[in-house]
């Protein structure tokens, strides 16, 4: 079980909503289930309209260590992340604050998951 709370100024106030883990379920996907408004457009990983800013809270994370090409690229894209993030994330399997929400898996931590909703590709 994980904690995760959504936070953004399209909300009125915070969302936390208990996410099960090993269930494959994306974020976005449990955004979804509970009305949290994250903007998508294709739903796999290539317009970066999910883009989300994850801390993690607690002491069992960070977890969700995949970091997908395609989900580097189009950060990149965004400019969301850094060569230095790249590397952590390749080399200590340190994932960057910066995501897509349709590619992050859910697994067992707490995280506060924040969006702007206004993330296009150029
Ligand atoms: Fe397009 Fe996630 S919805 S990248």
Do not use: W
Request: proline share 7%.
């Amino acid at each position: 079980m994980a904690n995760i709370t959504f936070r953004s100024p399209v909300m009125a106030k915070d969302i936390t909503v208990y996410g099960v883990a090993g269930e494959r379920g994306t974020l976005l996907s449990l955004a979804k289930a509970h009305k949290v408004p994250i903007p998508f457009d294709c739903g796999d990983g290539e317009c970066g309209s999910c883009l989300v800013q994850v801390q993690y809270q607690g002491e069992n994370g960070p977890m969700s260590l995949t970091v997908t090409e395609k989900e580097k690229e189009v950060l990149r894209q965004l400019g969301k992340i850094t060569p230095a993030e790249i590397e952590n994330a390749e080399v200590n399997d340190m994932p960057p604050p910066h995501r897509l929400a349709c590619q992050y898996i859910i697994r067992h931590e707490d995280i506060l998951v924040s969006f702007e909703g206004d993330q296009v590709l150029p």
